[in-house]
């Protein structure tokens, strides 16, 4: 199954220590096993451009789609046998600790139910 | 009863409820892990079970009612597989098919893996899941408890309970929650909300709102988890408690109604359980969890030959220890009770109107059946009478109901004084 990983700020968890942050390792290793298939750090959120169209007309804006205290960070997509390898994997990441990490299966053609398309 | 012979609608009914409550979670355990289809395998049972008060009537009731159901749900969901797969031509069922074909004709101690029903446990249990997902798919899937039955056990609607386990199927699928029991390293992260779980199913069976077997289902359940993790305090004291507490069983239901634990012959406890359970681990000690406190607890009733026997002191000390691991409403009640046994009948109402304002218990039958029981022995029977009514309109269950009614009942006999206010 393939995963895609947001890497999240978390004001409630620990500071951050760019000491403990072994990113680099955590990706050579799964990179090494074939569990990690891509990711990369994202700018932050003064960065986003948010796009819609409405009636025809596009409308571009500053900033994410929701304000909130936490922001994406970053993604990593994975491919495990199932959610356990997944946690596993994702536990074992610098922003487990720093920030939190979420896992969001892909859609699957097996997925019979209509729903917004990626 | 022999094979063929015909056989009358009750009996029919009593043999399909027996092989259920025996074979159930083992065909629909088995068939989830060769078809990863939690539907198709619910409904293959169920269909089985349909077919089985269709035929079985005339037919007679077959000499192993399990093994028939067995066979009679694999080849139902070999059916609805063949189905799908003509729609849908996926590898998955094809090798799916050719396992159930296999061993379609297998006795149900054959035909499964022994430890399917603790894999579909874990992953009832998976904390991907909401904690209520998770006790919800395991009552409905594992205990086969109905989505009515389930919704009533979360004091929710039937409705709102089906969209539950619905979202909880999808999920399981969709992110791909194994199927699986979890490898040693994450054992003991993933045992807590199976406890949690296996109580729930437990207490559910001794609120008599479901089958009497689900009960002992909890205690064979605690009993495979104790076997599969032995050093865990805390499993073990989960089959401490189902044991203690279930050692009570015949005492506590005669014909059919409730016997509160004070008025319990205890000559009719089941000794040969209380030893198992006293048996399993000293419960004292320190770095107590929830489980080995509440069989703590049970065990302090087990040593008492008699209700006033009871080491009141000890009880109300365990329950002050447990509100540190377990700060419930319902603990702060039943220590309120125990406040009542050891200081009188108006420290506990005392105790009890601390918690009056707890919205958490807003709702609670057991709530004002205590103050009933206090403001009884207080000698207050006609505000007793009252607390008693409140109870007995929120009580879950007949049986509830019928034993809140003669408790009242009795106050009413020994108090004229009340005796206008029916």
């Known amino acids: 199954m393939r995963y895609l990983m947001f890497v999240a700020t978390d004001p409630d968890a620990e500071p951050y220590d760019p000491a403990a942050d072994d990113a680099e390792d955590w990706v050579a290793k799964h990179e090494a096993s074939g569990q990690w298939v891509m990711g990369d750090r994202l700018r932050p959120v003064e960065d986003a451009t948010t796009v819609r169209r409405r009636g025809g007309e596009v409308l571009v804006t500053d900033g994410p789609f929701a304000e909130t205290r936490e922001w994406i960070a970053g993604f990593d997509i994975l491919e495990c046998a199932d959610l356990d390898e997944a946690i596993a994997i994702a536990a074992a990441h610098p922003m487990a600790r720093f920030g939190r990490l979420e896992l969001r299966p892909f859609w699957s053609d097996e997925d019979e139910q209509a729903g917004p398309k990626g | ?422």
């Open chain 2, 1 to 422: 009863m022999s094979p063929g012979e015909r056989a009358t609608p009750a009996g029919v009914r009593r043999a399909l409820s027996d092989a259920m409550a025996g074979e159930r979670l083992r065909i629909v355990a088995g068939l989830i892990r060769i078809t990863r289809d939690w539907d198709l395998a619910e409904d293959a049972v169920a269909d089985a079970a349909e077919r089985a008060l269709r035929r079985w009537p005339a037919e007679g009731v077959p000499a192993n009612p399990g093994a028939w159901l067995t066979t009679t749900a694999r080849r139902r969901a070999i059916d609805l597989l063949r189905r799908a797969d003509v729609e849908r031509a996926k590898l998955g069922e094809v090798a799916a098919l050719a396992e159930l074909a296999s061993g379609a004709d297998d006795l149900p101690q054959a035909s499964c893996l022994p430890d399917d029903r603790l894999r579909l446990i874990f992953t009832c249990c998976h904390p991907a899941l909401s904690m209520e997902a998770r006790v919800a798919l395991t009552l409905k899937v594992v205990s086969g408890l109905s989505t009515a039955a389930v919704a009533r056990a979360f004091l929710t609607s039937e409705a709102t309970m089906g969209q539950r386990l619905l979202r909880a199927k999808r999920k399981i699928a969709h992110a791909g929650i194994p199927y699986r029991v979890p490898s040693p390293d994450l054992l003991p992260e993933r045992m807590d909300g199976v406890l949690a779980v296996i109580y729930l199913i437990f207490t559910e069976g001794y609120a008599g709102t479901a089958d009497d077997a689900l009960a002992g289902e909890a205690v064979r359940l605690g009993r495979l988890l104790v076997q599969l993790v032995p050093d865990s305090d805390e499993a073990r004291g989960l089959l401490a408690l189902l044991l203690l507490q279930h050692a009570r069983r015949a005492a506590r239901l005669v014909d059919g109604e409730l016997v509160t634990l004070e008025r319990q012959d205890r000559t009719k406890w089941d000794t040969a359980a209380i030893d198992e359970a006293l048996a399993l681990e000293p419960l004292t000690g320190t770095d107590r969890g929830p489980y080995r406190l509440q069989a703590a607890l049970a065990a302090v009733h087990a040593a008492a030959p008699e209700a006033s026997d009871t080491d009141w002191a000890a009880v109300v000390s365990l329950y002050d220890e447990l509100l540190d691991v377990l700060p419930s409403p319902v603990v702060r009640l039943n220590r309120a009770i125990a406040i009542g046994m050891r200081d009188g009948p108006l420290a506990g109402l005392a105790a009890l109107d601390a918690l009056a304002g707890d919205a958490r218990l807003a709702g609670y039958h057991l709530l004002p059946a205590a103050r009933g029981d206090l403001l009884a022995r207080a000698g207050r029977p006609t505000e007793a009478v009252t607390a008693l009514e409140h109870a007995l309109a929120l009580a879950p269950t007949d049986q509830e109901r019928r034993q809140l009614t003669r408790r009242r009942d009795e106050l009413r006999g020994t108090s004229p004084a009340v005796g206008g206010l029916a």
